[in-house]
């Protein structure tokens, strides 16, 4: 079964950073687009970051380029997310997502103080 497990959630004051992890299982991990998600309370679901297999396609929403950067190590079949000058308005669940996206984490609770 394939399985996306995210990390690395937490409560942080403004300003901070923080890295989120996503460990894939059960899919051939390289092959796939990952992609971050994240939803705050009463908000729909938003897409946060994009990266292709190999890494060679970066996407980023517009309301966190500058500030995040997702990245892979594909050896490791993991995802990441850093998180610099997290802001109030970036408190969320964040979930880790597969393919187009077929597959998804349970998500990670993110929550930046003010």
């Known amino acids: 079964q394939v399985q996306l497990v995210e990390s690395g959630g937490g409560l942080v004051q403004a300003g901070d950073s923080l890295r989120l992890s996503c460990a894939a299982s059960?899919?051939?991990?390289?092959?796939?687009?990952m992609s971050w998600f994240r939803q705050a309370p009463g908000k729909e679901r938003e897409f946060v970051a994009r990266?292709?297999?190999?890494?060679?396609?970066?996407n980023y929403a517009d309301s966190v380029k500058g500030r995040f950067s997702i990245s892979r190590d594909n050896a490791k079949n993991t995802v990441y997310l850093q998180m610099n000058s997290l802001k109030p308005e970036d408190t969320a669940v964040y979930y880790c997502?597969?393919?187009?996206?077929?597959?998804w984490g349970q998500g990670t609770q993110v929550t930046v103080s003010s």
């Open positions: 990266i292709s297999g190999s890494g060679g396609i970066l």
């Open positions: 059960g899919l051939p991990f390289s092959r796939h687009f």
């Open positions: 997502a597969a393919g187009t996206p077929n597959y």
